[in-house]
């Protein structure tokens, strides 16, 4: 079964920044689109950034600019280099493969936090 580990959550000030991690075990993520997903208190899961396995990049509006979304294959870790963060950034951040629906079970994700 593949494993999903996020790391890098915090808390911050508006402005601030972070880098979140996910350590992906028992498949390669070179071989799948991989993205980041996020859920704030009260709403539906959404996607925030996504990398193809050609390396071509999308980001929601939301995050547009102020996230870069990366990986590191030889460690086969995927990034959210986070910007400028906003109060409204504030949730659980989550990765998974696929390009629209995840294609395995949700790791523990890890907890975002903007202050005002």
């Known amino acids: 079964q593949v494993q999903l580990v996020e790391s890098g959550g915090g808390l911050v000030n508006t402005g601030g920044s972070l880098n979140l991690s996910c350590e992906v075990s028992?498949?390669?993520?070179?071989?799948?689109?991989m993205g980041w997903w996020r859920q704030a208190p009260g709403k539906q899961r959404e996607l925030v950034a996504r990398m193809n396995r050609n390396y071509g990049i999308q980001y929601s509006d939301s995050v547009k600019e102020r996230f870069t979304i990366s990986r590191d294959v030889a460690k086969n870790t995927l990034y959210l280099q986070m910007n400028n963060l906003k109060p409204e950034d504030t949730a659980i951040y989550y990765c998974n493969g696929g390009i629209t629906a995840p294609l395995w079970s949700w790791g523990q994700g890890t907890q975002v936090t903007v202050s005002s």
């Open positions: 028992r498949v390669s993520i070179r071989t799948y689109p």
